[in-house]
């Protein structure tokens, strides 16, 4: 879950290298560092923490050839030591991804008189490429043999004593190319090289690429193209634009977005649900939430049974397929390691595969037999708002396609516009205090509340928990005592009054209530402390205005709390590893 990145051209590298760590440090902020080349020698600069303590020390100086990491930790402590890059023999690189046998090669190496500074998997690639290059000196070979010898995911950028070239090396962690007017970048997703350039070539696992002035990809000794691709959006999209920080922008951005999407997939055929007999929605994190609202929507509008997953769960679990089972995998950043592992494994089977996901030509895009983007755009903020929101609409869209008689989506950019100028920080200052949160709800707005708390964890470090509200009284409620803050939605008549019955227990002990509703709620005055009103449109979109209020509001408590909002500690945006 890190981010890599590598620039070969007639430029500075150096200010290359360090805007385009800037860009991926969504992907990891717990240390970074640049290798260059200069004078023939591998000169390394590396720091604890964020990108500007590694900028802040950097000598100044021109190079041409550099390469980059920013990390998250996942073998040894997020120090000085442990960042990248590392540097073996002949060999230094920066590594995204996990090697599973990295001690079975640290003992071989160590047989063989290595010694090791670090306590990195990643120090030990090094070593293994340095030993066997020593072997033939032949670098192309060492790489194509590492598939052989490595067990578990990288993408590699590889500098070698001597040679003015970066070579890169891919599988099972995203890795692209970028073509500039002067040269040539690598990098582990599209934001990193567009202050450079919007051209960039995807590449294949095994691939093995040898970059100076001329790019070379090899794959399996053979000598091979890759089509070469051009981002739409603007380098703007990357930016705040004004904005506080990304999750502000980001949700302000939801409006437009979903209006967009409408328009986008009004005409445009889709696949059509009401063919199979059952669904299986696989997802982690907050795609899985979503996965949960398209299993409500699935499930009440086309009486189609539909099973939502835990990726890291589904993959390890027994498998009931049919050949009228669609597997659906929900993915923003369309890298995501568990949810591809359960891809592949519906694939193997032969199930018909569908990927709702955001990045164009990503893994889970490429594996699918049918994709959907949700055209969110970039999302640089760690905790997603906007692709969220667009994975849920774009359930509620496929949904109503199949209906007779189907509802209009259009315009309802007019329904949030008034609830992202709501008051937020008058309720914020009433929860940002607080050390524990709870939502609760029932059908789809439980499933909505699992997002909502999640959104309140990630980013405010409120210990926050979700509850079906009919669980209360089977144990939860005994956490409930004078102020503690209990944030429910209601969109849902039929199961109003059970909702209301829940928020009367808590609110006997001496809860604080706040209620996001698009009920009316008046002669339920004495139940909540506070109200935010949504509009009253249809089941299929009224997901999409609940959230919205409760990303702001976890938006302002962590504003208060003075959290750092867009990089939330120990998370990391795209997780690429198991």
């Given amino acids: 879950m890190c981010g890599i990145i590598g620039y070969i051209g007639k430029k500075n590298s150096i200010p290359i290298i360090i805007e385009g760590l800037k860009n991926l440090e969504y992907r990891g902020y717990d240390s970074s560092g640049i290798a260059y080349l200069k004078d023939n020698k591998v000169s390394i600069v590396k720091e604890e923490g964020k990108i500007s303590k590694l900028e802040s020390i950097l000598p100044k100086g021109i190079s041409n050839i550099a390469i980059g990491h920013t990390r998250w930790a996942t073998h040894g402590a997020p120090n000085k030591i442990n960042a990248h890059p590392h540097k073996v023999g002949k060999i230094t690189l920066v590594h995204n991804g996990i090697i599973e046998n990295y001690q079975e090669l640290k003992k071989f190496l160590m047989e063989k008189g290595y010694t090791f500074k670090s306590d990195t998997d990643t120090e030990i690639v090094a070593g293994i490429i340095d030993y066997y290059y020593a072997l033939d000196e032949d670098i192309h070979v060492t790489l194509s043999h590492l598939k052989d010898i490595v067990k578990g995911s990288y993408a590699l950028a590889i500098l070698v004593d001597g040679i003015d070239k970066i070579y890169a090396v891919k599988y099972k962690s995203p890795l692209i190319i970028g073509i500039t007017k002067d040269g040539y970048m690598l990098a582990s997703d599209i934001p990193a090289i567009l202050s450079e350039t919007n051209k960039y070539i995807i590449l294949e696992d095994n691939d093995i690429c040898e970059i100076s002035d001329t790019l070379n990809i090899f794959n399996n000794y053979k000598k091979i193209k890759r089509e070469e691709l051009e981002y739409l959006d603007s380098y703007d999209s990357a930016l705040k634009n004004g904005y506080a920080h990304y999750m502000l922008k ?102 018909h595969t569908l990927g709702i996901v955001n990045t164009v030509k990503s893994t889970i895009a490429r594996l699918s037999d049918e994709v959907l983007y949700i055209n969110a755009g970039i999302e640089c903020a760690v905790a997603t708002t906007k692709a969220y929101s667009l994975q849920c609409l774009m359930f509620a869209i496929l949904v109503n396609k199949c209906l007779k008689k189907k509802y209009n989506l259009n315009n309802i950019s007019k329904h949030m516009e008034s609830l992202l100028t709501f008051d937020y920080k008058k309720i914020a200052n009433k929860l940002y205090k607080k050390e524990d949160i709870f939502f609760i709800g029932r059908q789809i707005d439980y499933a909505l509340t699992m997002e909502a708390s999640l959104k309140i964890k990630e980013i405010s470090y409120i210990h926050s928990e979700c509850y079906a509200a009919g669980e209360l009284k089977h144990g ?103």
């Fill in 250 to 351: 980001e949700i302000n951005e939801e409006p437009f977005l979903v209006d967009r999407l409408v328009g986008l997939l009004d005409k445009e055929k889709t696949i059509n649900l009401k063919k199979y007999s059952n669904i299986e929605i696989v997802a982690c994190g907050s795609a899985y939430h979503a996965g949960l609202v398209g299993k409500y929507l699935i499930e009440k509008y086309l009486n189609i049974k539909t099973d939502v997953y835990i990726a890291s769960e589904y993959r390890y679990s027994k498998m009931f397929y049919n050949k009228k089972t669609l597997f659906i995998s929900v993915s923003q950043s369309g890298e995501t390691a568990d949810t591809i592992a359960s891809l592949n494994l519906a694939k193997e089977h032969g199930i």
């Fill in 476 to 578: 939860t409620i005994s956490l409930i005592e004078k102020d503690t803050p209990v944030i429910s939605i209601i969109t849902d008549n039929n199961i109003l009054d059970k909702t209301i019955s829940n928020l009367k227990e808590v609110k006997a002990r001496g809860a604080y209530v706040l209620i996001v509703s698009s009920i009316n709620l008046d002669k339920y005055d004495d139940l909540y402390d506070d109200v935010i009103y949504i509009d009253k449109i249809n089941d299929l979109v009224e997901p999409i205005l609940a959230i919205l209020p409760l990303q702001l509001l976890a938006y302002n408590v962590a504003l208060l709390r003075g959290c750092d909002i867009d990089k939330p500690r120990n998370l990391a945006k795209s997780v690429t590893v198991e």
